[in-house]
């Protein structure tokens, strides 16, 4: 009859977009975090030090950005560098915020890594199949109040 065909429909329906969404999840978040030009870090740091806010941005990338059409495609998303530096902005301002801080890096020298999503993934699956590996972060470096020692870190949200 007509009720096992529309629940066969609607089961086939609810896996292609379980599927397409975790496919999208995937691509969007997951590559913005992995490549042979991304670090790895071996130890913490405090919250909101200057080893802090490095690490957030040479440990994450950015999709092409600037237009309302490419930014909501990728749920604003695209702009995981100033998520993780400013985790309680709006998206809209992660969109006006993206060039201060891509300024902010290239004169201090710090890398900030802008590629297409196809770019990323690319990098990815090369991470994944072994083919390359992300770069250990030389975290001798860092200034000793910013480690966050032993006791590690308890992250505490910002807005509540």
């Known amino acids: 009859g007509v009720g096992p065909t529309l629940a066969g429909h609607a089961l086939v329906n609810l896996f292609l977009a379980e599927l397409l969404t975790n496919v999208h999840a995937f691509v969007t978040i997951v590559t913005n975090h992995a490549g042979e030009d991304m670090y790895t870090f071996d130890d913490a740091v405090k919250p909101k030090t200057g080893s802090f806010y490095v690490r957030q941005i040479i440990g994450s990338v950015n999709y092409d950005a600037g237009s309302d059409v490419v930014d909501f495609s990728h749920g604003w998303l695209n702009y995981q560098i100033e998520h993780h530096v400013w985790p309680d902005l709006s998206m809209l301002q992660y969109q006006r915020g993206a060039p201060r801080l891509k300024a902010i890096c290239e004169k201090y020298g710090v890398p900030y890594v802008q590629e297409s999503v196809f770019e990323r993934l690319r990098k990815t699956i090369d991470i994944m199949v072994g083919r390359t590996s992300m770069r250990p972060f030389p975290t001798e470096y860092e200034p000793a109040r910013d480690k966050a020692g032993a006791a590690g870190?308890?992250?505490?949200?910002?807005?509540?």
């Open 153 to 160: 870190v308890t992250w505490k949200t910002t807005n509540g």
